[in-house]
Every structure is written in structure tokens, then in C-alpha cells.
């Protein structure tokens, strides 16, 4: 099983075993997402490298903390939503 086959739960799980790292989850998602998006069109902004940051930072703060619930797990953002920072088609807020 890939790690972007995983259900939510089995990905918490697994990362507070320390049997996946964020990193290694958000990387299988984004491969995914690079082999099927093109197919399926859900998406219309996605911020990879903030994505993979966030990722090494889960990473770093799992290795000396107790993890959190949804601690390194990705997720996305309907685009409903303003989010600072992020390009959103031709505005960028």
C-alpha cells in the first residue's frame, strides 16, 4: 500500500508510530496528485514546496514532541477560502 492510499486514521497512525514521516506522505501525495490531476481536475491551486515545508516541520517537532492529533497529515483547502500568501487564479491575497 502507498502511503496516499491511506485513510486519515491510518496516516496518524502510522506517523505517531513513527512508521511514516510527514514528509514521506505529503511526497506520495504529491506524486499522486501529479499523475492523476491532469485526468481528474480537482484542483485549481496547489502549493507544493509550502506543502513539503510544513511537512519537515511536522517532521522536526514529531521527532522531540508528543504527536498531535492530524500532526503531519496534509490537507486541502476549499477555495471558498481566502489564504494569505497564496496565488488564487488572478488575485493573490
Known amino acids: 500500500m502507498q502511503p496516499y492510499e491511506l ?3 491510518e496516516a496518524v497512525s502510522e506517523i505517531a508510530a513513527h512508521q511514516l514521516s510527514p ?6 501525495l504529491l506524486e499522486r496528485y501529479a499523475e492523476v490531476e491532469s485526468q481528474v481536475q480537482a ?3 496547489l502549493d507544493a514546496e509550502r506543502a ?6 511536522a517532521e522536526r517537532q514529531l521527532s522531540t514532541l508528543e504527536p498531535r492529533l492530524l500532526e503531519g497529515v496534509p490537507f486541502g483547502v476549499k477555495d471558498i477560502f481566502f489564504t494569505k500568501g497564496l496565488q488564487i487564479g488572478r488575485a493573490h491575497v
Open 7 to 9: 485513510t486519515v486514521s
Open 43 to 45: 484542483w485549481h491551486t
Open 52 to 57: 513539503l515545508q510544513a511537512a519537515r516541520v
Open 23 to 28: 514528509v514521506e506522505l505529503a511526497t506520495s
